[in-house]
């Protein structure tokens, strides 16, 4: 749980970073989440979403991504019917993160000269201590990345190393959504059609007879396909749409 001194946290290199090396997949976040599991000392994570819009009591949180221990399966929904409510009201009016003891545990994580800048759930609804840290992107979406274990007890410094990794996680998650939306709006059903075909191994004469277009058609639609994708060439684009979830 070492940090560096003078470290800045989510200066500009580390935003770059995020702009830059942009994800492909959520399978692409487990090693980021792992990290930062190992880094706190937890024994699980999940990222939640928060859905909807207006007062709380029309928004939920919908878990992305967990990795709760074999001893704490189904805890995601246990986790939102304990403090669901208070995090949704938490995030509108707030970004300090948020902790509480479990009622195995019932030592609350973190150093007490930092608890001024934590809010305190109430304690023991849940097994296990952990800490959540909100993030608000605006229009982009908001949620929550919560960490948990029986003996949390990080450094002031790994609070705030962990709050900046979550910022950049689910930038990385919410953005996954957003690109797959417009990636979807600008291909057309051909594109798509061509696409499944060429990978499920046809080539373009074969494609052009499936579908009853001409092979230079067929080429004119997996080029713009293989364009909107941001690919260098058809394999590329036809890896990127089986990963998010375009054709199978």
């Not at 948020?98 to 545990?105: K, N, P, R, Y």
């Not at 305190?120 to 909100?134: E, H, Q, T």
């Not at 696409?195 to 639609?221: C, F, M, P, W």
Request: glycine share 10%; aromatic share 6%.
């Amino acid at each position: 749980m070492g940090h560096q001194p003078g470290r800045v946290i989510g200066g500009t290199d580390q935003m770059r970073m995020v702009r830059v090396n942009r994800i492909s997949s959520r399978s692409d976040l487990f090693p980021r989440l792992i990290a930062m599991q190992k880094l706190a000392d937890a024994q699980g994570f999940a990222v939640f979403r928060v859905s909807g819009s207006g007062v709380p009591a029309k928004q939920r949180l919908i878990c992305e991504l967990e990795n709760w221990t074999p001893a704490n399966a189904g805890f995601g929904k246990a986790f939102i019917d304990a403090y669901g409510e208070a995090l949704l009201d938490h995030i509108d009016r707030s970004l300090l993160p948020l902790f509480w003891a479990g009622s195995h545990d019932r030592t609350a994580p973190g150093p007490a000269d930092f608890s001024p800048f934590m809010v305190r759930l109430k304690d023991g609804m849940v097994p296990f201590s952990g800490l959540a840290f909100p993030v608000r992107l605006g229009a982009i979406g908001n949620g929550f990345v919560v960490l948990t274990g029986d003996d949390l007890d990080p450094l002031s410094d790994t609070i705030i190393e962990l709050h900046g990794r979550c910022c950049n996680v689910m930038i990385d998650l919410l953005s996954l959504d957003e690109r797959r939306a417009a990636a979807t709006e600008a291909l057309s059903e051909r594109e798509i059609a061509c696409l499944q075909l060429a990978g499920d191994g046809r080539i373009s004469e074969e494609i052009a007879d499936k579908l009853g277009l001409s092979v230079h058609t067929v080429n004119a639609y997996l080029g713009s396909a293989t364009i909107k994708l941001d690919s260098v060439n058809r394999i590329q684009a036809i890896a990127k749409a089986i990963r998010l979830g375009y054709i199978s």
